[in-house]
């Protein structure tokens, strides 16, 4: 499908950065030191992609190097289109490590695939030394075909098909069984292939982290998991214990999606690591992990302080030595973030299509939806945006989307310079639970995704068109004449 014509701006930058977006080799950065003056009448040295990107961030949309990353951007790749940045998504990765691998020497932590499946992006964090938990069997094949081992792939889901269930037991995975019904298939299953099946099981702690209601999963009331009252979980043990195709290997939480605090994963360690003890003391049941889950939360908003990977840690390391004590083994301390890693580091970059003032509201219509972007349809989340260039008048706005639906609004009542026709906008934190969750709705062919390094940008995955709508479709028939 063509892009939208370009402006005359967008062109001349576009020529202007031409040699870094083919591929051009980038000189790296040299060692920090003091910046000479300049001549008189000499140029400023032109800025990065990056640092594009990180002035938009910084609520410097307007300024010429937030413009010209972004209007290079849109002028060779199109809108609307996913800008990832490389750095941000691999310091993510080791500050996590960093924060965590000092107070807890066994430690693994794995990639969330649901929150970018995009497979340059799993294999940076591969490179970082992250294993991969996954949700389907799609997304165990793209961890495998970035080169992360099957045995260090988590296979998590509450509703498993038995084929999904077969190729995590060829490929090695740990199974996170989520009921008794799952266990009793995997069994069968792994016996009919001669196997030994990894399992854990996914415990339902009944603790509220306070996030968002659609990905609270550690509450009581929630489809996931095991849970600790009555015995439901021990009984679980005790008869994959007897099961001679199961082997038992950890165990498993996971309470939600963007929390903020760690109170709600204090409790959970608390209560985890309790029923390891219960484990080993009541079925001699000693585990090779404990896996505490994921959904360190981000700040979407200006000026918000949230939980960090240093807070997390901090909190979690007095907790897991007291049980470690008790316990009389330490198991390794698993981890499985998604959204921490990538969010921060995606940008959605759209291009204004009109702009419409009614009597109630004035709409900023935009080449992006929720097709492009469920998040705020879905969750009623908040996405910081950015309009790019030189400021207009502020006023309130509605950042509206190209669904044919009422409900397609991705920033509701902002205050935000207004923008004319043609011009862009940039909706801040998408990396995670953004394409991943795009559709073609409407008709509407996907959009490409590009990495940025620096002053590289490549696509990572191409435009859809016109022609993939149709692609798996039965040929029509010939129309009547």
């Given at each position: 499908?063509?892009?939208?014509?370009?402006?005359?701006?967008?062109?001349?930058?576009?020529?202007?950065?031409?040699?870094?977006?083919?591929?051009?080799?980038?000189?790296?950065?040299?060692?920090?030191?003091?910046?000479?003056?300049?001549?008189?009448?000499?140029?400023?040295?032109?800025?990065?992609?990056?640092?594009?990107?990180?002035?938009?961030?910084?609520?410097?949309?307007?300024?010429?190097?937030?413009?010209?990353?972004?209007?290079?951007?849109?002028?060779?790749f199109g809108t609307p289109l996913y800008v990832y940045d490389r750095a941000t998504i691999v310091g993510q990765a080791r500050a996590l490590k960093g924060a965590f691998a000092p107070r807890f020497p066994k430690l693994k932590v794995f990639y969330a695939v649901k929150a970018n499946t995009n497979g340059v992006i799993v294999?940076?964090?591969?490179?970082?030394?992250?294993?991969?938990?996954?949700?389907?069997?799609?997304?165990?094949?793209?961890?495998?075909?970035?080169?992360?081992?099957?045995?260090?792939?988590?296979?998590?889901?509450?509703?498993?098909?038995?084929?999904?269930?077969?190729?995590?037991?060829?490929?090695?995975?740990?199974?996170?069984?989520?009921?008794?019904?799952?266990?009793?298939?995997?069994?069968?299953?792994?016996?009919?292939?001669?196997?030994?099946?990894?399992?854990?099981?996914?415990?339902?702690?009944?603790?509220?982290?306070?996030?968002?209601?659609?990905?609270?999963?550690?509450?009581?009331?929630?489809?996931?998991?095991?849970?600790?009252?009555?015995?439901?979980?021990?009984?679980?043990?005790?008869?994959?214990?007897?099961?001679?195709?199961?082997?038992?290997?950890?165990?498993?939480?996971?309470?939600?999606?963007?929390?903020?605090?760690?109170?709600?994963?204090?409790?959970?360690?608390?209560?985890?690591?309790?029923?390891?003890?219960?484990?080993?003391?009541?079925?001699?049941?000693?585990?090779?992990?404990?896996?505490?889950?994921?959904?360190?939360?981000?700040?979407?908003?200006?000026?918000?302080?949230?939980?960090?990977?240093?807070?997390?840690?901090?909190?979690?390391?007095?907790?897991?030595?007291?049980?470690?004590?008790?316990?009389?083994?330490?198991?390794?301390?698993?981890?499985?973030?998604?959204?921490?890693?990538?969010?921060?580091?995606?940008?959605?970059?759209?291009?204004?299509?009109?702009?419409?003032?009614?009597?109630?509201?004035?709409?900023?219509?935009?080449?992006?939806?929720?097709?492009?972007?469920?998040?705020?349809?879905?969750?009623?989340?908040?996405?910081?945006?950015?309009?790019?260039?030189?400021?207009?008048?502020?006023?309130?706005?509605?950042?509206?989307?190209?669904?044919?639906?009422?409900?397609?609004?991705?920033?509701?009542?902002?205050?935000?310079?207004?923008?004319?026709?043609?011009?862009?906008?940039?909706?801040?934190?998408?990396?995670?639970?953004?394409?991943?969750?795009?559709?073609?709705?409407?008709?509407?062919?996907?959009?490409?995704?590009?990495?940025?390094?620096?002053?590289?940008?490549?696509?990572?995955?191409?435009?859809?068109?016109?022609?993939?709508?149709?692609?798996?479709?039965?040929?029509?028939?010939?129309?009547?004449?």
């Amino acid at each position: 499908m063509p892009n939208r014509t370009p402006s005359r701006l967008a062109v001349a930058l576009a020529l202007c950065f031409s040699p870094i977006l083919a591929g051009a080799e980038v000189p790296s950065k040299a060692p920090a030191q003091a910046a000479a003056p300049l001549p008189p009448g000499a140029a400023a040295p032109a800025s990065t992609l990056r640092d594009g990107l990180q002035a938009a961030r910084a609520d410097r949309a307007g300024s010429p190097e937030a413009t010209r990353a972004f209007e290079t951007l849109a002028a060779r790749f199109g809108t609307p289109l996913y800008v990832y940045d490389r750095a941000t998504i691999v310091g993510q990765a080791r500050a996590l490590k960093g924060a965590f691998a000092p107070r807890f020497p066994k430690l693994k932590v794995f990639y969330a695939v649901k929150a970018n499946t995009n497979g340059v992006i799993v294999s940076l964090l591969r490179d970082e030394g992250l294993g991969a938990e996954v949700v389907s069997g799609g997304e165990l094949v793209a961890a495998r075909r970035v080169g992360v081992p099957g045995d260090e792939i988590m296979f998590t889901s509450s509703s498993k098909r038995p084929d999904e269930i077969e190729l995590a037991i060829r490929n090695g995975s740990v199974l996170n069984v989520d009921s008794r019904d799952e266990l009793e298939q995997v069994s069968e299953i792994a016996g009919r292939l001669g196997k030994a099946a990894r399992i854990s099981f996914r415990i339902n702690p009944g603790v509220d982290p306070h996030t968002i209601h659609q990905i609270n999963t550690g509450i009581s009331e929630s489809k996931f998991g095991l849970h600790l009252e009555d015995g439901i979980a021990l009984a679980a043990y005790a008869r994959a214990k007897a099961l001679p195709h199961v082997r038992i290997t950890g165990v498993h939480c996971h309470i939600g999606s963007q929390i903020t605090e760690t109170s709600g994963y204090e409790a959970t360690a608390r209560k985890m690591l309790a029923f390891v003890r219960e484990l080993k003391e009541k079925l001699g049941v000693t585990l090779e992990f404990v896996d505490l889950g994921g959904g360190i939360g981000i700040p979407y908003h200006d000026g918000e302080t949230v939980m960090g990977s240093e807070d997390l840690a901090r909190a979690l390391k007095p907790i897991w030595d007291d049980g470690v004590k008790a316990l009389g083994y330490e198991p390794v301390l698993w981890l499985e973030p998604g959204r921490f890693f990538v969010a921060p580091s995606g940008f959605l970059l759209a291009r204004v299509n009109s702009v419409k003032t009614t009597p109630v509201k004035t709409f900023v219509n935009v080449d992006a939806g929720f097709e492009t972007l469920m998040r705020p349809a879905m969750y009623q989340a908040y996405h910081r945006v950015r309009v790019v260039g030189p400021a207009g008048e502020v006023q309130k706005l509605d950042v509206a989307g190209d669904v044919c639906e009422t409900g397609d609004i991705l920033a509701a009542d902002r205050m935000l310079p207004r923008p004319k026709a043609g011009d862009l906008v940039v909706i801040l934190d998408a990396g995670a639970y953004g394409f991943s969750m795009a559709s073609e709705y409407n008709a509407r062919p996907l959009p490409a995704e590009v990495l940025v390094d620096g002053n590289d940008a490549r696509v990572i995955r191409r435009r859809g068109t016109f022609d993939d709508l149709f692609r798996a479709e039965a040929a029509p028939a010939a129309p009547k004449k």
